[in-house]
T-cell receptor
């Protein structure tokens, strides 16, 4: 099973770029990398998903090196509302959902004014 | 588009009692997941359905937990009998995988307290 390792917590200030790295040494060939955001008392919310190189959407970028053993979620110009727990998830197979879905322990991001 | 619905939102029971949670996924989503999230931890997958078939239930404590998804739409998760360590938030999610993207949509969860 592809397990993930993330920093437990990170602090940042408004307007800064935040990079959260996730390690997943046992990632399988067909696994995708997905990041979720979770606010207190809410279910996780999808942020971004990728397989290799770089993916960018309206809220974040995801950088995946060639060996795919790690990935970095980049949040540009964070605001106070980005304070949340961020989870790296590995285990979704291309083309459909398979089993072995494991959330890591997450990274608690605190954004300060 | 309506989101994933769950009920109840909160439940308090005593140990050894039974409890059931209900989930209605987003219309048309074939995949449904039940997660257990203990305070301070990430969600742990209990069971995954594809339509009404089970894809993964390897982490479901089958001696006390059961889940079903009749007709491939809504689902029920049951705990019988409950233990103190079952106190957690139970999250339901659904997805409709398509090429290059498999996003799970989560419901608000049911917070269970076992006394």
């Amino acid at each position: 099973l592809a397990k993930t390792t993330q920093p437990i917590s990170m602090d940042s200030y408004e307007g800064q770029e935040v990079n959260i790295t996730c390690s997943h040494n046992n990632i399988a060939t067909n696994d995708y990398i997905t990041w979720y955001q979770q606010f207190p008392s809410q279910g996780p919310r999808f942020i971004i998903q990728g397989y290799k190189t770089k993916v960018t959407n309206e809220v974040a970028s995801l950088f995946i090196p060639a060996d795919r053993k790690s990935s970095t979620l980049s949040l540009p110009r964070v605001s106070l509302s980005d304070t949340a727990v961020y989870y790296c998830l590995v285990g979704l197979n291309y083309g459909g959902s398979q089993g072995n879905l494991i959330f890591g322990k997450g990274t608690k991001l605190s954004v300060k004014p | 588009e309506a989101g994933v619905a769950q009920s109840p939102r909160y439940k308090i029971i005593e140990k050894r009692q039974s409890v059931a949670f209900w989930c209605n996924p987003i219309s048309g989503h074939a995949t449904l997941y039940w997660y257990q999230q203990i305070l301070g931890q990430g969600p742990k997958l209990l069971i995954q359905f594809q339509n009404n078939g089970v894809v993964d239930d390897s982490q479901l404590p089958k001696d006390r937990f059961s889940a079903e998804r009749l007709k491939g739409v809504d689902s029920t998760l049951k705990i019988q009998p409950a233990k103190l360590e079952d106190s957690a938030v139970y999250l339901c999610a659904s997805s409709s995988p398509r090429e290059y993207r498999d996003e799970q949509f989560f419901g608000p969860g049911t917070r269970l307290t076992v006394l």
